[in-house]
């Protein structure tokens, strides 16, 4: 069976520990991470708005993840999302590059903003962060400890300082992961 193939929203691919956990688990054949130019460049002003520093990290991120994974990039599909109806209209891109990329889920922080009601008949749903790595967590550990505890290393490398593992996911927005994984 392949593994699902899973809209990473801009939200989850900003902040880095976040990102870095949902591409380790991709890596490890966890799923299929998919997105859109649109998607990255919603990370990219996301990044700019906390500072220029993050603006180019993100920048050099989006370059190295283009060639890691060649065909998540998903092309606009305006005939798609003109069709479509969600609470915020400017989502509707999202929607559309799930439908457009045969995804089965949208891994997203907003929740609200993509009700079953509208995913339901695109053969879709939405999930938090969260709830979506302890579900992979509770059918197979393999897939997530050792991208979390990459993640962690990587941060201490970054931060030259250690980063207890709870502390760390629940800053990321994984406070449950940090619980089971602590």
Do not use: Y
Not at 100 to 113: E, K, Q, V, Y
Not at 160 to 173: E, H, S
Request: charged fraction near 25%.
């Amino acid at each position: 069976m392949s593994p699902p193939r899973v809209v990473l929203d801009a939200c989850v691919l900003f902040p880095s520990v976040l990102r870095e956990i949902l591409l380790n688990v991709a890596a490890a054949g966890g799923f299929t991470p998919l997105w859109s130019a649109r998607i990255l460049a919603e990370w990219q002003l996301a990044a700019a708005r906390k500072s220029p520093e993050a603006a180019a990290t993100a920048q050099a991120a989006i370059a190295a993840l283009r060639p890691r994974w060649p065909e998540a990039e998903i092309p606009p599909a305006p005939e798609v999302e003109s069709r479509l109806d969600l609470p915020d209209p400017a989502d509707r891109h999202v929607l559309a590059t799930a439908i457009a990329g045969g995804a089965s889920l949208i891994l997203t922080r907003n929740l609200r903003d993509f009700p079953a009601r509208a995913l339901a008949p695109e053969g879709l749903r939405a999930r938090a962060p969260d709830d979506f790595l302890i579900d992979l967590w509770l059918a197979d550990p393999a897939f997530v400890e050792p991208a979390v505890q990459t993640a962690q290393e990587t941060t201490e490398t970054a931060s030259n300082r250690p980063q207890p593992l709870r502390p760390l996911l629940k800053r990321a927005g994984l406070p449950r992961l940090g619980k089971a994984l602590d």
